[in-house]
């Protein structure tokens, strides 16, 4: 039973954005239920290095489940949600997150991830990620506040009405500090991997002070800041408390995240996977400023920020569990006030080290890993169907756990028969489709939610490619 319960809302039509992001023509968007791979002639993109990866990995693998979901899952951000346009000889994408017809910052960023490795071998594959980090920086620059955006002048939000300053070519304005570090997260590792330059350009060079900017306005020192956000909503994660400005906290260095990777509101500002994302975020920024030998001084802000926003995570953020020891809060708001939990979502307390931020073999992360993947983390589940972590966005439908939870899991362990359980419990929960969903019921993989989420199903693809590489025995018995 699918259970349409999207993660954001579906789009209408509206006005100028094009003029103001200077964007491509409309693309064209169907809701549909994925149950196979769209046919060479529907595909949005292909790529020759993908296919041959494809057909490479799945060749060594014994599982036939997993096999299939492989196949189907690694090119599906490929297949059915990018845009790619040549645009007075420079690459621009647009890559939407599946069953909305949107560009997530975050999500766009996490969908091409695992294509960046084959890009030395796929020139076309590199233009496509180069056009998506120059699309990211010109919505950073229209609005550094929101989290989607929409390609063109024909798009008007059904959250239009949202107690905020929505701007024309804005989907949703919910401020979630991750929104800002996904782009520098991809800008650096295709630099790092095609050595090319070429996005780094002024409009670049702007977004990206224009990032760290309001990292620093979000650090809350002085005043709350230009940005508030409320929604006429029965849903109450879906707004904010605080005549929107968020719960109170006091300024301790961190930086405030009004939302999370799911969302949701947050209940104290201080989030501590999105800040440590933002301090190896920051950090990578600096290094790319370095290199390409622009604006030292927006590289030494970026130092600076990241080393005050790690002190503070170090000393607020880090509690004293009866039973793990020390670990990693969820969230805190420098009063004392603490939130223990985890998302299936990412950032989240199991992704820090995938993300960039110190190792699996961190003292406080494995305390922190123990404690969010058992029962004394609120939204770890286990049911006849599987184990997992959940999330608040889905507490309404009941104990549901995220597929890329299992996956975020599976990605940052290093244990063999942790990995092949992750693996397991995957293949065995699609419901039959063969596509990863946002989340099923613990008891009952059946009722799901999302048929097409494009980024869940392209982090399997990279989850089972990794284990390719790494551990390769496994895939092969």
Not at 189 to 200: E, L, N, P, R, V
Not at 349 to 368: H, M, Q, R
Request: aromatic share 12%.
């Amino acid at each position: 039973m699918f259970v349409r319960f999207p993660r954001r809302g579906a789009s209408l039509a509206l006005a100028s954005a094009a003029v103001i992001l200077g964007l491509s023509p409309a693309v064209s968007f169907s809701q549909e239920k994925l149950t196979e791979r769209p046919p060479v002639s529907k595909r949005k993109f292909t790529s020759p290095a993908v296919e041959k990866t494809i057909a490479e990995v799945t060749k060594n693998i014994k599982d036939p489940r997993i096999a299939e979901m492989f196949a189907k899952c690694f090119p599906n951000t490929l297949d059915t949600t990018v845009f790619f346009s040549m645009k007075n000889g420079v690459p621009d994408t647009y890559v939407i997150t599946g069953d909305i017809d949107a560009m997530w910052l975050r999500d766009s960023s996490a969908q091409v991830d695992p294509y960046l490795p084959l890009c030395k071998e796929d020139p076309k594959l590199a233009r496509m990620i180069n056009g998506l980090i120059r699309r990211q920086a010109k919505c950073i620059l229209l609005d550094p506040y929101a989290n989607a955006f929409y390609p063109d002048a024909k798009k008007v939000s059904e959250w239009k009405t949202d107690l905020t300053e929505m701007k024309p070519g804005v989907h949703e304005r919910k401020y979630e500090l991750d929104s800002l570090c996904y782009p520098i997260r991809l800008a650096y590792q295709y630099w790092k991997i095609t050595g090319d330059t070429s996005a780094f350009d002024d409009t670049w060079l702007k977004a990206m002070k224009l990032a760290v900017g309001t990292m620093r306005v979000q650090q809350r020192k002085d005043d709350r800041g230009p940005y508030k956000f409320q929604r006429t909503t029965a849903v109450q994660t879906d707004t904010v408390p605080g005549a929107g400005w968020g719960n109170p906290i006091k300024p301790t260095g961190m930086i405030c995240s009004v939302f999370r990777n799911s969302d949701d509101s947050a209940t104290f500002l201080f989030n501590i996977p999105e800040n440590l994302f933002a301090v190896a975020s920051l950090r990578r920024l600096a290094e790319i400023l370095d290199a390409i030998k622009k604006e030292p001084a927006l590289a030494a802000d970026s130092r600076a920020l990241a080393d005050e926003a790690e002190a503070a995570v170090k000393k607020y953020g880090i509690v004293d569990h009866p039973k793990y020891g020390k670990i990693y809060a969820y969230e805190v708001d420098g009063f004392g006030n603490t939130l223990l939990i985890d998302d299936g979502g990412s950032p989240g307390l199991i992704a820090i080290p995938f993300l960039g931020y110190g190792t699996p073999d961190d003292e406080v992360y494995k305390n922190s890993r123990r404690f969010a993947l058992s029962e004394d983390n609120p939204f770890f589940y286990k049911g006849a169907a599987g184990e997992g972590l959940g999330s608040p966005h889905l507490a309404a439908h009941g104990d549901y756990i995220w597929p890329m939870g299992i996956a975020t899991r599976g990605v940052t362990s290093s244990d063999p028969e942790e990995i092949k359980l992750c693996l397991d419990m995957i293949a065995s929960t699609n419901a039959g489709t063969g596509f990863m969903h946002e989340g099923f019921d613990k008891n009952d993989a059946a009722k799901f939610t999302r048929d097409w989420f494009a980024w869940a199903n392209t982090w399997f693809g990279e989850f089972v490619w990794r284990v390719y590489r790494e551990k390769p025995e496994l895939l092969k018995n």
